[in-house]
Structures are given as structure tokens and as C-alpha cells.
């Protein structure tokens, strides 16, 4: 009864279906889909549908498992908090692409305080980290709300992946145009 190793998943939160990427990642391993589908929901019942939970799969050689859940990427939470469907592509060498304040970067930090490895990492510390990686996405960090994203919270969040979904589309359809010449 061996551990056999640690495997990384993102599953959306309450919603786990046995979809056929999930079984790409469980079927080697010999883990009944439906049965973790069924203690993934259970466990997370009580998080917003469609949250991308962070799992390690820890499967053992008599196929038995355990499993940790973390809370979602810092992308995650920057992207949807200053409510742009994806980060700059230069970073922050360009204009910036949204603002979010202190306070709620610090909301951030107090979310991600709770996974299992920043347990015990100073709050400042986890800011900083998050500071660094909204930087690197073009995401201006300021004590305010800067004027040009001022109407931003008019913006309901929920079509974040609506626009994520026409960006992806454009860029596809962009790259096809430029390989016909």
C-alpha cells in the first residue's frame, strides 16, 4: 500500500462532472471517477459553483486515494476582482489593464492564507507574492480605485468567461487568417 505519487487537478467547485479530461488524469491511476466526483461535490458544497478548486490527488497501489483541496489561483481571484477577462500581454512594460485596491488585495491574502502550504506565512508576506503577480499581469495595485477603472464594478462578473471565451475565439480566428497568406 504504497503512495504511488502526487497528482495536480483544477475541478470546478460543487459541479465535479466524470468529464473525459478528468479521466485522462484518474484512469491510470485506477480511481473510480464517479466515486470522486461524488466526495468531491460532497466536500465542497458549500463553495460558489464553477470555482476552480485547486485538488492534489495522492492515489495509493491498492487503488485507494486521498485527496487535499486548495483555494483557486491568485490569477484567478486578481482577474475576477479587477474584472478583466485575462491578464496583459506585456505585463506591466504596458499600460495597465485593471486596478484593484489594497483592501481588496488584502481579502486575497486572507483567502489564500488558508491553503495547507501558506499556513503560517505572515499575511504581508502573501501580499507582496500577490503584489508581484498582479504586476505581472498588468494589474496596477493602488490605494484606490484609479479613474479609468472607476466603472469597473458595473461590470457583473459572471461575463468574465463570456469575454474570455471571445478572446480565445478572435486569437484562433486571427492565426488562421495569418497562415492563408
Not at 3 to 27: D, E, H, N, S
Not at 107 to 130: E, N, Y
Not at 135 to 159: C, H, N, T, Y
Amino acid at each position: 500500500m504504497s503512495v504511488v505519487g502526487r497528482f495536480r487537478l483544477i475541478v470546478p467547485g460543487a459541479t465535479a462532472k466524470p468529464a473525459p479530461k478528468m479521466g485522462q488524469a484518474l484512469g491510470p491511476l485506477g480511481i473510480n471517477m464517479m466515486n470522486f466526483c461524488k466526495e468531491f461535490n460532497a466536500r465542497t458544497t458549500k463553495v460558489r459553483p464553477e470555482v476552480p478548486i485547486q485538488v492534489t490527488l495522492v492515489p495509493r497501489t491498492d487503488r485507494s486515494y486521498k485527496f487535499f483541496m486548495r483555494s483557486p489561483q491568485a490569477q484567478w481571484f486578481l482577474q475576477r476582482t479587477a474584472r478583466v477577462p485575462k491578464g496583459g500581454d506585456y505585463g506591466a512594460a504596458a499600460d495597465p489593464v485593471g486596478n484593484i485596491t489594497l483592501k481588496e488585495l488584502y481579502h486575497i491574502a486572507k483567502a489564500k492564507s488558508m491553503d495547507p502550504q501558506l499556513v503560517g506565512v505572515p499575511v504581508r508576506t502573501i501580499c507582496l507574492s500577490l503584489i508581484r503577480t498582479a504586476k505581472a499581469m498588468g494589474i496596477k495595485v493602488s490605494r484606490d480605485l484609479q479613474p479609468q477603472f472607476s466603472k469597473r464594478d458595473d461590470e457583473p462578473v459572471e461575463g468574465l468567461e463570456e469575454r474570455r471565451k471571445q478572446l480565445r475565439l478572435l486569437n484562433k480566428a486571427g492565426k488562421k487568417g495569418g497562415k492563408k497568406k
